[in-house]
């Protein structure tokens, strides 16, 4: 029998580090870019990763003042500073420069799953759903967007679709423990019995996460 759910901070914190590192791998790979632009993202970059959000912010946006990136590169540090003002709780500034970034680079899915993490942090799951949606029509197998499309199910009450979301999310990385325990925690709410299978799905998980 399930208990109650996890709060989703743990796996939001997985997930926002999945997306930056995203973000930045194409960031650290890209050209053309005069040193202004570039370095102050990768200023910015270190600046998040010590904790450091409010200066993260400053950077990203004198690296877009810089006027300097090419248009991949900018879409790119729109979607890194779209994540900051996430994480500071700004979610409306999030949500314009996400958008911002789908209208360079519309056939990106990673800004969709960026702006579906605030809608899902704002308790805006319709609006989660249909963002992650997009990516997926952009990119089937983003593992990404299954997990947050989950997530939204699963606080929306959709149960059986949060199953269906993390069934794929747990087939792409077997070894994460996170996906066996909410796609049980999922097919518990929706009356489905998966204890033999929860069990061959626990066998898997890599204890070194």
């Known amino acids: 029998m399930a208990g109650p759910a996890p709060r989703a901070g743990a796996r939001d914190k997985r997930i926002g580090k999945s997306f930056i590192a995203l973000l930045a791998l194409t960031i650290a790979t890209s050209g053309g870019a005069r040193a202004d632009g570039l370095d102050l ?20 946006t004198q690296a ?27 979610y ?7 958008a911002a970034a789908m209208e360079i680079t519309p056939n990106d899915p990673a800004p969709y799953v960026g702006r579906s993490i605030v809608h899902r942090q704002m308790g805006d799951y319709s609006r989660a759903i249909a963002d992650d949606d997009a990516a997926l029509g952009l990119a089937p197998d983003f593992t990404l967007a299954y997990t947050n499309r989950g997530l939204a199910n699963f606080y ?22 996170d996906f066996v325990l909410w796609l049980h925690l999922s097919r518990a709410r929706a009356g489905q019995d998966d204890a033999a299978e929860l069990a061959r799905n626990a066998a898997k998980i890599d204890v070194r996460h």
């Open 41 to 60: 993202t990768k200023a910015g970059l270190a600046a998040q990763q010590q904790g450091g959000w409010d200066e993260a912010l400053q950077l990203y």
């Open 92 to 98: 409306d500034k999030a949500t314009v420069d996400f």
């Open 156 to 177: 929306a009450g959709r149960f059986a679709a949060a199953a269906e979301d993390f069934t794929r999310s747990q087939a792409a990385d077997p070894g994460e423990p």
């Open 64 to 90: 877009l003042d810089a006027a300097d990136l090419p248009v991949k590169s900018r879409a790119r540090v729109l979607g890194l500073r779209a994540n900051a003002y996430g994480v500071k709780g700004l």
